[in-house]
């Protein structure tokens, strides 16, 4: 009978705590924090009522996303919220922006205090430039 050699044991047991296997193998992927992170952003910038960086967040957001699904067939639950999210933002985004050009352009209160804020600020009102936009266009 062959008996293993004291020092077999030991390289093995050194083996094994020196490279240790993990115990939960998964990793997360960058791009899918990244585009969760982004679309994070997106709501954030949007309830903050910002106009071009909910934007520039949800495209972001989309693209990572894109990224990180990699070879996979499937997308991470990160990723995927990423998507959502960025989504949600930018569609409230757009319903904000829209809402207040309505706002704006359709109630004479509003467009009255418009032109009083431009003029304070620029020594024009608001009307005035709109006119001499939409001429110098034709």
């Known amino acids: 009978m062959d008996l293993p050699n004291q020092t077999d044991q030991d ?3 050194k083996n094994l705590y020196q490279n ?5 193998s998964k990793t997360t992927n960058q791009f899918a924090v990244a585009s969760l992170s982004m ?3 997106t709501i954030i910038t949007t309830v903050l009522c910002t106009v071009f960086l909910p934007f520039l967040f949800s495209g972001l957001s989309i693209i990572f ?5 990699g070879k996979n067939k ?10 959502i999210t960025s989504l949600i933002g930018f569609f409230l985004n757009i319903i904000i922006v829209v809402g207040s050009f309505y706002l704006v352009f359709t109630i004479p209160e509003y467009k009255d205090q418009l032109n009083q804020v431009y003029e304070q600020v620029y020594g024009e009102s608001f009307d005035e430039v709109w006119k001499d936009t939409i ?3 034709q």
């Open 74 to 83: 499937t997308m991470e639950i990160n990723a995927r919220t990423g998507i």
């Open 39 to 41: 679309g994070i952003l």
């Open 20 to 24: 240790p296997e993990p115990v939960n």
């Open 11 to 13: 390289t093995s047991y």
């Open 65 to 69: 996303a894109v990224l990180s699904k």
């Open 135 to 137: 001429e110098s266009v």
